[in-house]
């Protein structure tokens, strides 16, 4: 079994990397996985946490206390998510924690600039033993994390962000520049403290959309209620939910009227109607009204413990473009320092240049080598983006998914309960006998509960209309019903169910009509004449062709329709919604193949509600689900909508392009800086602080742009 623990101080990406490694050389500590995007730690419960705090220490970040609940936390792929609802109780003591540290290190930052500018100004009237005196200090109080972690660092040959600041530190201590080591020390002070303050944000954006999880709930039995954790309630127990009290876990109404914010669960703002019945969302939130619920599913197969484990999960998850920057830091920091080498060594060899200007060339491209705008150029806008759509209801289930989000050329839909709403509407009817055929119809269909059925009688009840009584009701397998009302016989089914009656050339014309148009027929028939016939389809949900018609706008090259009805029925669809193509009659493996096919020409997202859209969303290459649709296809998906429709979706893939730009921009900026500071050794123009502050201003750069995927308008 895996614990969960909260760390804090972890101070870059690569850091956090170099981390886990030791951790797994540990005992028992082979399965160890540390996040920087989350802080935290997921380690076997037998591991030495005391041996696991001094590597920790080793880089200045720390093991968190846990409260009591938290130690109830274990490994989710012991299917218990506990730890799922943990994050708001442990908060404000983290919070307070991480405020603390980043006051002290403030505190820190301000003596030291102080003693700066002090030692800077009373050069010439103190002594040269005074002011190095105070630069020291000032350097020891803003720069002895990095300068310890760099020192440890040297002596096993790691070369990392606090070894590259170690050695231009000493060495321009060495060559006497002590104003520029100083600086150096203060400003990457800063900048360690910005960058640390910018995934904060990021990390407490996503723990405020974790806080919907409630703890306790009031549980009645035998009329008397007990306050309860959550963790606690099991299928059937009955609970009481007040007005502004969270819904503990899924359940149904059994009385009470209310309305009730689901915000949290679907991203919808409205409220939501509920009385008894109805079925509710635990973490949704009870407006007015008191309400008796019944629960139907424990919390950790609830609705919100799916949508936190998930968006926990997605946090942990890392991006081809984070690998390939990961991958490339391991090899751009070593070019670095051998370029700084041949800096230092080739024009006083060479060139006869001076050995002291050309080391202070040589420290100075050391410190623009850093990595660390690069490594962060991704997991904050990857952070923000999870969490952006999180808050709308779509959960992203790792920043791999939504950066294939963001390129998405094609998408291909079911139809059914996809585009539609998976319920059968009268959309025609032609009526040859208005007295007899709507009541025979509802005395006949009243008793059915087939789809067809209910949206004839759906139909009978607009109307108005009163049915009459059907007596001797016989089911015929794939034909009908056949009944008997006031002495006379009737037929109500397909074509086939009526085939005793001849059609005249009016009702085959109006048969094939109907049937042009995609419609499923119900006809209804005495033993001599047909009396009308109802026209059936899957109504269109009302928002279809606005969606259809912004991904287009977004970018979406191909929108494709895959359904197993028929062409017809799929082409009428098509058309209302505006999809580019539209194939009917498919099997599940016959939608696989289909999207296969697809992918070659294009990146392609597949979207569906049923069992039978499984397959399809697990071939593709990227599977999103409606959240209200069945288990296998949440499953099995890469994205799920928490709402049943599509209205968020070009939203969603707004957003991923977002922040695929903004990743794309971050790399651009990061490089640039670095290749500017650089070629400014030619002329022998650069020097220790604008190396900082070229480092310093991409990474606070980076970390701003980033988090503006949290409060920008994505168009």
């Given amino acids: 079994m895996r614990i969960e623990h909260r760390v804090k101080g972890l101070s870059c990406p690569n850091c956090t990397n170099e981390l886990e490694q030791e951790i797994r050389k540990l005992e028992h500590g082979d399965t160890a996985r540390l996040s920087y995007n989350s802080g935290k730690l997921l380690v076997d419960e037998n591991v030495d946490l005391e041996k696991v705090k001094r590597i920790l220490k080793s880089d200045g970040a720390t093991l968190e206390p846990r409260s009591s609940q938290a130690r109830n936390n274990t490994d ?52 040269a033993a005074v002011s190095i005196s105070l630069y020291a200090v000032a350097s020891i109080l803003s720069g002895y994390s990095t300068f310890w972690r760099g020192l440890k660092n040297l002596a096993k040959f790691k070369f990392n962000i606090d070894t590259l600041m170690t050695i231009a530190l000493v060495g321009a201590a060495t060559i006497g520049d002590w104003k520029e080591a100083t600086l150096v020390a203060i400003l990457f002070g800063l900048n360690e403290l910005l960058e640390g303050i910018g995934m ?192 709308n209801g779509i959960l992203v289930k790792g920043g791999v998914f939504l950066e294939q989000l963001g390129r998405l050329d094609t998408l291909a839909f079911d139809k059914t309960g996809t585009l539609t709403k998976g319920e059968p509407h009268v959309e025609k009817t032609v009526v040859y006998d208005e007295v007899r055929f709507y009541s025979i119809a509802g005395a006949i269909e009243k008793a059915s509960e087939h789809p067809l059925a209910k949206a004839v009688m759906k139909e009978i009840s607009r109307l108005g209309i009163t049915s009459s009584e059907a007596d001797e009701i016989e089911t015929i397998s794939g034909q009908g019903i056949t009944a008997v009302c006031d002495g006379r016989k009737y037929w109500l089914g397909n074509e086939k169910s009526i085939s005793h009656i001849p059609f005249t050339d009016e009702i085959r014309s109006a048969v094939q009509s109907l049937k042009d148009e995609g419609l499923t027929l119900v006809l209804l028939a005495d033993e001599s004449e047909v009396l009308g016939m109802f026209g059936i389809a899957d109504e269109i949900r009302e928002e279809s062709a606005q969606v259809i018609g912004e991904l287009h706008r977004s970018g979406i090259r191909r929108t494709v329709m895959l359904t197993g009805d028929h062409q017809k029925t799929a082409e009428k669809v098509a058309r209302a919604v505006g999809v580019s193509e539209s194939y009917g009659s498919l099997l599940p493996e016959d939608k696989v193949a289909k999207v296969k096919e697809l992918a070659v020409r294009g990146t392609v997202g597949m979207i569906g509600d049923g069992i039978n859209d499984a397959p399809a969303l697990a071939s593709s290459q990227l599977g999103i689900a409606m959240g209200k649709g069945t288990d296998s296809a949440i499953e099995t998906a890469d994205i799920v909508l928490m709402q049943d429709h599509l209205g968020k979706l070009p939203t969603a893939i707004r957003i991923a392009r977002r922040v695929n730009r903004v990743i794309r921009f971050n790399i651009g900026v990061a490089l640039g800086l670095k290749l500017i500071a650089l070629l400014l050794t030619i002329p022998g123009w650069l020097t220790l602080w604008i190396a900082i502050l070229s480092d310093m201003g991409a990474t606070i750069f980076v970390t701003l742009v980033s988090l503006t995927i949290l409060i920008q308008k994505c168009s």
Avoid at 99 to 123: E, P, R
């Fill in 200 to 391: 904060d944000k990021a990390r407490r954006s996503m723990e405020t959309l974790l806080q919907a999880a409630p703890k306790e709930a009031v549980k009645v039995d035998n009329g008397i209620e007990t306050i309860v954790p959550i963790a606690s309630l099991k299928v059937s127990d009955t609970v009481i939910v007040r007005p502004g009290e969270k819904i503990p876990s899924d359940g149904t109404v059994t009385s009470g009227k209310s309305s009730v914010n689901e915000a949290a669960i679907t991203g919808e703002s409205l409220p939501v109607e509920k009385a008894s019945g109805e079925p509710v969302f635990g973490g949704s939130i009870n407006n007015e009204g008191v309400l008796h619920i019944r629960i139907d599913k424990a919390y950790e197969d609830s609705s919100l413990a799916k949508i936190l484990h998930l968006v926990q999960e997605a946090q942990e998850t890392k991006t081809p473009t984070e690998l390939f920057i990961n991958k490339f830091s391991k090899y751009y920091t070593p070019l670095i320092i051998v370029v700084a080498i041949l800096v230092i060594l080739i024009p006083p060899l060479l060139l006869g240049g001076d050995w002291q200007e050309w080391l202070y060339q040589g420290l100075a491209v050391l410190i623009v080598g850093c990595p660390c705008a690069l490594i962060l150029s991704s997991p904050i806008a990857i952070v923000a983006g999870i969490t952006r759509n999180a808050r």
């Fill in 76 to 127: 989710s792929n012991e299917h218990d998510h506990n730890h799922d609802h943990d994050h708001s109780h442990n908060d404000g003591h983290d919070h307070d924690h991480g405020s603390g540290s980043t006051k002290k290190m403030i505190g820190l930052l301000a003596v030291s600039t102080l003693l700066y500018f002090l030692a800077m100004l009373s050069q010439g009237s103190l002594s």
